[in-house]
């Protein structure tokens, strides 16, 4: 290289210009792009680009702020019981990204905030998942940064305040993001102005009575859709619209992605939508009145993802879907799709996620070609009315994960082909035609966690290795032909957490080990015997795990274990219909969560009260005690301390609870609610997914005496009360007129004498009455809900008269008496204006207790 002159200044200047250059590229500020690819964020402490007023808006922004992490459980996705497929909480990271701002540092390296290189200015700001609590105002510095192009303030906390109208003066904005952040009220018009907009997504969540949060009217929906031409994105779950979806939608040709699930839409879906070049996701679930049909697709189209899960839409499904080469997802869920299934469906090779469920693809109608889909990770076909065997190609997706097929109408042995699916962690089989045993291909299932068989007729042993698969924690066998005893050949890898082997033919001893790790056992309707072996619950009271226990309709002997102390929080127990013999087991008294105790129809003794041993069930809300050898009477204050059964339901609550309820939606998306038979209204009958508010006390078919107790009255959300076929004397209580809930009252076949209490005319919710072959005498109170009762209530009481019998009273008309204003109303709060209104409300009564009876699922529920 040739020596430089320094001799001639020009030469040095020139030189020190270059070194100068030099060190700067070296050592001066370093800029490293952001995700955002039009953007960068500045890193160098050496130079500062950060503005001050730009550094000091966004300070004042996070003053206003606390940091909390959110906790959305008590918040709804759209659709009951459905899976949000776009965001797993624990998949992104949380943190409170503000709480590390430091004022000594450039404002642009600062965490979730990017500047322009040139400016310094504040160009976007990401802080989703960032803790932030409290309202967001509209006088706030965040609306200073007028450079913003991008804002991401999603899944925070902004305690519920609407959304400030401010954010239409961010003109430059490009991508705004405020989704499930606790936004309510109506979305400003004002965001419409945003015309340079390419992603817009406000979904929110569904408030604690399913309502939204948000709310979006007819016309600022219609111009954010003819304002912003250049949208690509438009994401608004959730948001109550209310309206039919703007045709003008089908001229926003950029489109890419547009996700509007359970936004009440309405009217037709425009068909134009789907011939749209660009458009690569169309989601639209949970519109219930929304309608549509599928058109014809073209080898053009974009179409990645297809969601229309519970809309109306329907018609078939055309023959050129197989075109949608790029279809990945195709969700159609309780719409009114109609067969015949095209058979190009199998040409859709990228389809990883295919739900055809709920629908009326009747016949012989699934393809031995879907196999070819080899890429599917997801299954479902549930509830289509499909018919014939199930085709062994189903192997061929060694991909699959989650395999649905409940419900249909298939025949034949379970292929031992499915066998092949190793990474198959869901198979639901139950309520079809199978038959024969359970293919011992099954054992390398080694990821399987759920294992769904009920309501089948399958038969044989059930094979020992099946308690042994390692990932297994849900296995239902109900309601099959199983015969045989429980094998287990290696107790240590029992995991299950919930074993349905109910309505089957097994019998011999239960196994010791089978208690391990259970949380919900149902084994009623088999013919197991022997004593249950306390070693059951020796093995729970390592976890305390069990919360439902259902040995009912055996043939169990000997008596109740007392290691079942152990399972501090079981919540049901039934050992109804067996041949245990034994007294009252007062010590239940101590599980803390009990709710349900049904030990009808065995051979218990002795009293149910002790002066030293009885304490009360404080959360009780079923007592079935029936059809035993109880003896003794029991106190005036025995119902005292009932406090379940002693508060008002509420019943403008509409998240109903169920008996053994069972959500795991987080691992493994399953929900069990119990059901269980018992008498009620003067016959047996079967309550599917018991609702929690049925409250009932059966003690019929014993031996009690004494006279009823008078603390029964404070029981005041009882439903269902029947004393029947006992010795009870004295008078009928007129403490019942306070059971303002009570619709069945079985008192017959006792000894109870004197007059039917006037007060029972209050029970305006009574269904059933029963007072029939007592030694009641006087007349029946005429005039009241006890009109609506026919002879076969009072029959077998000599001493009564009135309309219903034959004997008929020498007044005939009993008057209503009415409270004149300088009269003090019954110190029970009953007055008549109360019963006309409750006429007025058994309606409501009556839907939801048919919601109970008329389940529209099946006894098991599965």
């Known amino acids: 290289m040739k020596r430089i002159s320094y001799q001639n200044p020009y030469t040095l200047m020139l030189y020190l210009v270059l070194v100068f250059i030099l060190l700067v590229s070296?050592?001066?500020?370093?800029?490293?792009?952001?995700?955002?690819?039009?953007?960068?964020?500045?890193?160098?402490?050496?130079?500062?680009?950060c503005p001050p007023d730009q550094s000091t808006a966004l300070q004042q922004f996070k003053g206003q702020f606390a940091f909390v992490k959110p906790n959305f459980t008590s918040y709804y996705y759209y659709c009951p019981h459905y899976e949000n497929p776009y965001y797993d909480a624990d998949v992104y990271e949380s943190y409170p990204k503000m709480k590390f701002w430091k004022k000594e540092k450039d404002c642009c390296s600062w965490d979730g905030v990017t500047c322009n290189t040139k400016t310094g200015k504040v160009v976007a700001l990401d802080l989703s998942n960032s803790w932030l609590q409290g309202p967001l105002r509209s006088n706030s510095s965040l609306f200073k940064l007028h450079a913003l192009r991008r804002i991401n303030l999603s899944y925070n906390n902004f305690s519920f305040s609407v959304i400030p109208s401010e954010f239409g003066q961010l003109f430059r904005l490009t991508h705004l993001d405020l989704s499930f952040s606790m936004f309510s009220g109506h979305i400003p018009s004002e965001i419409s102005f945003l015309t340079h907009m390419f992603s817009l997504s406000l979904s929110s969540f569904l408030n604690y009575d399913a309502t939204s949060l948000l709310h979006l009217g007819e016309v600022?929906?219609?111009?954010?859709?003819?304002?912003?031409?250049?949208?690509?994105h438009l994401l608004l779950h959730q948001v109550n619209i209310s309206s039919s979806i703007p045709k003008s939608l089908a001229n926003l040709f950029s489109l890419t992605s547009l996700r509007l699930g359970g936004c009440s839409l309405h009217g037709k879906f425009p068909e134009s939508l789907f011939q749209l070049h660009k458009l690569e996701v169309i989601d639209v679930p949970c519109n219930y009145h929304l309608t549509g049909i599928l058109p014809e697709f073209q080898s053009s189209n974009s179409l990645r993802e297809v969601t229309?899960?519970?809309?109306?839409?329907?018609?078939?499904l055309p023959n050129s879907i197989g075109k949608l080469n790029s279809l990945s997802r195709l969700a159609i869920r309780q719409c009114n799709f109609v067969r015949p299934l095209p058979s190009s469906i199998c040409n859709l090779s990228q389809l990883t996620y295919l739900d055809l469920s709920l629908n009326h693809f009747t016949g012989h109608v699934l393809p031995s070609t879907l196999g070819n889909l080899a890429k599917l990770v997801v299954l479902l076909l549930y509830s289509s009315q499909f018919s014939g065997e199930v085709p062994s190609s189903l192997g061929n997706l060694t991909r699959l994960e989650d395999l649905r097929l409940r419900n249909n109408s298939f025949r034949g042995q379970i292929p031992a082909s499915l066998g092949n699916l190793?990474?198959?962690?869901?198979?639901?089989?139950?309520?079809?035609?199978?038959?024969g045993q359970i293919p011992a291909s099954f054992r390398n299932l080694t990821e399987l966690t759920i294992l769904r068989l009920i309501d089948n007729n399958l038969d044989g042993v059930?094979?020992?290795?099946?308690?042994?698969?390692?990932?297994?924690?849900?296995?239902?066998?109900?309601?099959?032909?199983?015969?045989?005893?429980?094998?287990?050949?290696?107790?240590s890898s029992f995991e299950l957490q919930i074993l349905h082997l109910n309505a089957n033919k097994l019998d011999g001893r239960i196994p010791r080990w089978l208690g391990r790790s259970l949380e919900i056992l149902n084994l009623q309707g088999n013919n197991f015997s022997g004593r249950i072996p306390h070693e059951i619950f020796t093995y729970g009271s390592m976890n305390n795990t069990m919360t439902l226990l259902d040995l009912s309709h055996n043939q169990f002997q000997g008596r109740v274990p007392q290691s079942l102390i152990n399972c501090s929080k079981l919540q049901v127990l039934n050992l109804g219909h067996n041949q245990i013999s034994d007294t009252f087991p007062f010590w239940l008294q101590s599980l803390p969560e009990l709710q349900v105790l049904v030990l009808r129809s065995n051979k218990f003794f002795g009293p149910i009260?002790?002066?030293?041993?009885?304490?009360d069930f404080g959360n009780l809300v079923i007592m079935d005690l029936s059809v035993n050898h109880f003896t003794g009477s029991l106190p005036s204050k025995y119902f005292r301390n009932w406090g379940s059964m002693s508060e008002a339901p509420d019943r403008n609550n509409s998240d109903m609870e169920y008996f053994g309820q069972y959500e795991n939606r987080s691992q493994y998306s399953f929900t069990y609610k119990y059901s269980m038979s018992m008498t009620n209204k003067g016959s047996e009958m079967l309550l599917i997914e018991t609702l929690t508010i049925f409250k009932s006390i059966d003690l019929s078919n014993n031996r009690f005496d004494g006279e009823i107790p008078s603390s029964i009255g404070k029981l005041h959300s009882l439903v269902m009360l029947n004393l029947s076929s006992n010795n009870f004397t004295g008078s009928i209580?007129?403490?019942?007129?306070?059971?303002?809930e009570l619709e069945s009252l079985d008192l017959s076949k006792n000894k109870l004498s004197g007059r039917i209490p006037q007060q029972l005319a209050d029970l305006t919710f009574l269904e059933y009455l029963n007072l029939s072959h007592n030694q009641l005498a006087g007349p029946i109170p005429q005039g009241t809900q006890l009109d609506t009762f026919s002879y076969s209530a009072f029959e077998g009481n000599p001493g009564l008269c009135g309309s219903q019998l034959s004997k008929k009273c020498e007044n005939t008309v009993t008057p209503i008496p009415f409270l004149r204003k300088d009269e003090e109303e019954p110190e029970n709060g009953f007055t008549w204006k109360v019963v006309v209104m409750g006429y007025?409300?058994?309606?409501?009564?009556?839907?939801?207790?048919?919601?109970?009876?008329?389940?529209?699922?099946?006894?098991?529920?599965?």
């Open 26 to 49: 070296c050592f001066g500020t370093y800029v490293s792009c952001s995700k955002y690819s039009n953007v960068s964020t500045t890193s160098s402490s050496l130079v500062t680009l």
């Open 220 to 232: 600022e929906f219609a111009n954010l859709v003819q304002n912003m031409t250049n949208l690509r």
């Open 308 to 316: 229309l899960d519970y809309t109306n839409f329907s018609g078939k």
């Open 422 to 435: 190793n990474r198959l962690k869901k198979l639901y089989l139950s309520s079809n035609n199978f038959s």
């Open 462 to 491: 059930i094979p020992s290795w099946l308690f042994t698969l390692p990932s297994l924690k849900i296995l239902l066998l109900a309601s099959n032909q199983f015969t045989g005893p429980l094998t287990v050949q290696n107790m």
């Open 609 to 615: 009260w002790h002066p030293t041993k009885y304490l």
């Open 733 to 740: 209580p007129s403490s019942l007129g306070n059971l303002s």
């Open 840 to 862: 007025a409300c058994g309606f409501v009564v009556g839907v939801v207790i048919g919601h109970v009876i008329l389940s529209r699922w099946y006894f098991y529920g599965l």
